[in-house]
T-cell receptor, first 111, second 113 residues
Framework: GENVEQHPSTLSVQEGDSAVIKCTYS??????FPWYKQELGKRPQLIID?????GEKKDQRIAVTLNKTAKHFSLHITETQPEDSAVYFC??????????FGTGTSLTVIP | ETGVTQTPRHLVMGMTNKKSLKCEQH?????MYWYKQSAKKPLELMFV???????ENNSVPSRFSPECPNSSHLFLHLHTLQPEDSALYLC????????????FGQGTRLTVV
C-alpha cells in the first residue's frame, strides 16, 4: 500500500517568514494530494490540493508543488501570520482508494 | 460548517458501557470514513464505507463495530473499551472513495475511564 512520510514534525518560524513542509509518497498510482490544516480543538480542513497532472498550484499565501518523478510534494506558506499556527497534514490518494495521511507538522508562528 | 456533523462532541464512558457515535452528512457523498486521532499520532483509518458497503477495515479490534444504514449516516458502536481507546474520533466523507476532497466532522472526544 501507500506510505506517506511528512517532515518536519514541528516547525517554528517568525511572523512574516516562509514555512515549508515536505511529504513523500511511495505509490506511483496516487494522483490526488490534499493538504489539511487542523487548529487546536477543531476539525481538519482542506486548505489546498493538487492533482498529478499539475506541477504547482497557488492560492494567495499558500502554494503546493508536486514532483511526480521524485514522488514528493510540498506546502509553502509565505508571509506567515500567527493564525497560521496549527497542525498541517498531507495526504495521498487515488480514485477508489483510501486517503493515506502523513504524520502531521505542528507549525508555530512566533509574533 | 462543512456539512459533516458528529454527535456527541464529548463522551465519557466506563469500560463496561456500550455507546454509539453518530455521523451524518447531507453532501450527497458516497464514501464515509472513521478515523482515530490520538495525541501526537497521525490520523489512523479505522473503517471505510463506499455506497453503504464496508470496503476497508484496518485491523480494528472487534470492540469497535461500524454501521452504515444509508449513505448519509455512519455509526460507530463501542463496547468494552479500554483506556487506550481514549482519543478523538473523526468522521469524514467524500464524493467518491479517494481522489476527491474529504470533509471532516468536528469529532467526538472519547474518554474511557
Amino acid at each position: 500500500g501507500e506510505n506517506v512520510e511528512q517532515h518536519p514534525s514541528t516547525l517554528s518560524v517568525q511572523e512574516g517568514d516562509s514555512a515549508v513542509i515536505k511529504c513523500t509518497y511511495s505509490d506511483s498510482a496516487s494522483n490526488y494530494f490534499p493538504w489539511y490544516k487542523q487548529e487546536l480543538g477543531k476539525r481538519p480542513q482542506l486548505i489546498i490540493d493538487i492533482r498529478s497532472n499539475v506541477g504547482e498550484k497557488k492560492d494567495q499565501r499558500i502554494a503546493v508543488t508536486l514532483n511526480k518523478t521524485a514522488k514528493h510534494f510540498s506546502l509553502h506558506i509565505t508571509e506567515t501570520q500567527p493564525e497560521d499556527s496549527a497542525v498541517y497534514f498531507c495526504a495521498a490518494s487515488s480514485s477508489g482508494n483510501q486517503f493515506y495521511f502523513g504524520t502531521g507538522t505542528s507549525l508555530t508562528v512566533i509574533p | 460548517e462543512t456539512g459533516v456533523t458528529q454527535t456527541p462532541r464529548h463522551l465519557v464512558m466506563g469500560m463496561t458501557n456500550k455507546k454509539s457515535l453518530k455521523c451524518e452528512q447531507h453532501l450527497g457523498h458516497n464514501a464515509m470514513y472513521w478515523y482515530k486521532q490520538s495525541a501526537k499520532k497521525p490520523l489512523e483509518l479505522m473503517f471505510v464505507y463506499s455506497l453503504e458497503e464496508r470496503v476497508e477495515n484496518n485491523s480494528v479490534p472487534s470492540r469497535f463495530s461500524p454501521e452504515c444504514p444509508n449513505s448519509s449516516h455512519l455509526f460507530l458502536h463501542l463496547h468494552t473499551l479500554q483506556p487506550e481507546d481514549s482519543a478523538l474520533y473523526l468522521c469524514a466523507s467524500s464524493q467518491e472513495r479517494g481522489g476527491t476532497e474529504a470533509f471532516f466532522g468536528q469529532g467526538t472526544r472519547l474518554t474511557v475511564v
